[in-house]
């Protein structure tokens, strides 16, 4: 069977080049897997202009081609394959930055796609970036047609979203991995900063250990927890102080001697900035949320804390608020920051706003709220709506005070903006009543999401364990300590959790199998 063996280059950034991997980089384990697919001929890498690392790559024992572009989108990217894979019987298509692509798993996938005939071929269950995708050349010829208007750019899983328009036309097999790891998230392509160390890290443990890769990285700590992609960061300290469902205002009682409604203390913009400054040199892709505790839009430099954190086009935001002090000035201020950010490099939009409503009716929402909001959080989505399209997610936070709204709620967010958020209750491990509804958690406890992806930033800089702490279980302060040293600190209640050991709030908290972006 003969095949061609096409590398994607287009999204390939400088972690693809780096050479960590006992002197190669990724680009070129990459190749010389690609030599080794079997029945491959030739190989053909897809890049762009700028990209001049790739200018030196080549195979020994194939046919190579290099084909360069200005820009790809998803309608060139499958006009090319189909044109060079003419002549071919299987197209073998992956990603020149993922440098563990598996000869056995390929190999499989290839006798699979023989026996029966495949159109489309790819392996299941296993973490992306160790097996490739098997298409057949009159599939790519279709797939083109399916595609010729789609000026999107290529990212992962283009192929695949391609062909799924109309995807019971086509004769499609799959390899089942004998353990199912897509729950873990793992994306072995170093083409951001922490899925490159996730992959340096993995490297540096396969050559110490006889297990396969997959028992490695399941049972590893240090390749689950790279750095944080999540960051909530607290810029002011006053809110309402008044739902029922929110430990903050109590615990800010306790602490401080005075209610959270009657604070006024909101971050300096340099210090934002200092924190941003760090984030953005530590893990440079993550979410940064202004809505730790306290009301965000309390602040009154919000608009140029936005625009501090989209100066870094790999950074972007996230405002949670019930919006009852949000403002036109303060709406189109941001947007206009908006307006001028480039597109984000995490995938994000540049801001996304949550709008806490949590009922269906002003009379529930003062229930919950202890006041007279409602009106105010409806307007603030509506607000909002047109100035941040596919942005704003009105939320409703399921308790048993309100379930009985839960749909009627839902119906009418989902039929005037396309979307709402449905949260579960969170308790704060037992430190406030049990309100749950249902029991959400899997029948297997994993390893905290929170803990493995998340760092909490409180308005002083302390950054307790998570966010469930509050303002206990510091592991240091972001003006004062270094990031890295801070962020390690929580490493050894992850590796607890590895091994299924739940330690003081960890044993009776249940948000470790929620997930922020």
């Known amino acids: 069977m003969k095949t061609i063996v096409i590398l994607f280059a287009g999204t390939a950034g400088e972690y693809a080049f780096s050479p960590v991997f006992d002197g190669k980089s990724a680009s070129e384990r990459a190749l010389s897997w690609a030599e080794k697919v079997p029945g491959a001929d030739t190989v053909a890498v897809l890049s762009l202009q700028n990209q001049t690392p790739l200018n030196s790559l080549s195979v020994e024992k194939l046919s190579f ?15 090319t394959i189909a044109e060079i894979s003419s002549g071919f019987d299987a197209i073998v298509y992956g990603f020149i930055d993922a440098p563990f692509y598996s000869t056995e798993i390929t190999a499989g996938l290839l006798e699979t796609f023989k026996k029966y005939g495949a159109e489309y071929c790819f392996a299941d269950g296993y973490p992306a970036g160790l097996a490739p995708e098997i298409i057949h050349h009159d599939t790519a010829n279709i797939l083109a047609g399916l595609a010729k208007d789609n000026d999107a750019a290529v990212s992962r899983t283009s192929i695949f ?19 199912d790891l897509r729950s873990l998230r793992v994306s072995l392509y170093c083409g951001t900063k922490r ?25 590893s700590a240090d390749v689950l927890r790279t750095l944080p992609a999540f960051y909530s960061v607290q810029i002011a300290s006053a809110c309402k102080g008044t739902c029922t469902f929110c430990p903050y205002p109590k615990a800010y009682k ?19 900035k200092e924190i941003v400054d760090k984030i953005s040199d530590f893990s440079d892709d993550a979410v940064i949320s202004l809505s730790l505790w306290g009301e965000a839009l309390r602040h009154k430099d919000l608009a140029k804390i936005v625009e501090i954190v989209l100066e870094r086009p790999g950074l972007s935001v996230l405002i949670e608020t019930t919006g009852e002090d949000l403002t036109p000035e303060t709406a189109e201020q941001i947007a206009k920051v908006v307006a001028g950010a480039s597109p984000r490099k995490n995938g994000q939009k540049p801001v996304n706003w949550i709008v806490d409503i949590d009922s269906a009716d002003e009379s529930m929402y003062q229930t919950l709220h202890g006041n007279n909001g409602f009106a105010k959080a409806v307007q603030a989505v509506e607000m909002l709506l047109p100035l941040f ?39 704060f491990a037992d430190r406030l009543v049990q309100r749950k509804v249902a029991d959400l958690a899997p029948v297997h406890r994993n390893p905290c999401w929170h ?41 050894e209640t992850f590796k607890c959790h590895i091994n299924q ?17």
């Not at 979203?161 to 353990?179: G, Q, R, S, W, Y």
């Not at 490159?196 to 490695?216: F, G, H, N, T, V």
């Not at 306790?254 to 934002?272: G, N, W």
């Not at 967010?413 to 949260?423: F, L």
């Open 501 to 517: 050991e739940y330690k003081g709030l960890c044993k009776n908290c249940d948000e470790y199998y929620t997930f922020n972006f």
């Open 451 to 491: 803990i493995r992806r998340d760092m909490s930033i409180l308005i002083n800089g302390d950054v307790p364990l998570c966010r469930e702490h509050i303002f206990d279980n510091i592991c240091g302060n972001i003006f004062k300590d270094k990031i890295e040293d801070i962020w390690q600190k929580g490493f």
């Open 65 to 79: 081609k290099h084909i360069v572009q200005e820009k790809w989108t998803v309608s060139l990217l499958l006009k």
């Open 389 to 427: 399209p596919d942005a704003v997610y009105p939320q409703f936070l399921r308790m048993q005070e309100n379930e009985l709204h839960m749909e009627a709620f839902y119906r009418y967010w989902k039929e005037k903006c396309g979307k709402a958020i449905i949260q579960k209750y969170d308790s």
């Open 195 to 219: 899925d490159a160390l996730q992959c340096e890290r993995l490297y540096s443990l396969m050559q110490k250990s006889d297990k396969d890769i997959c028992s490695i990285i399941e049972s």
């Open 254 to 272: 306790d602490r401080f001697s005075i209610s959270a409604e009657k604070s006024c203390e909101l971050m300096p913009v340099e210090k934002f």
């Open 161 to 179: 979203d391609v062909l799924k328009i109309d995807i019971n036309a086509f004769e499609i097999e799959t390899e089942i991995a004998p353990k």
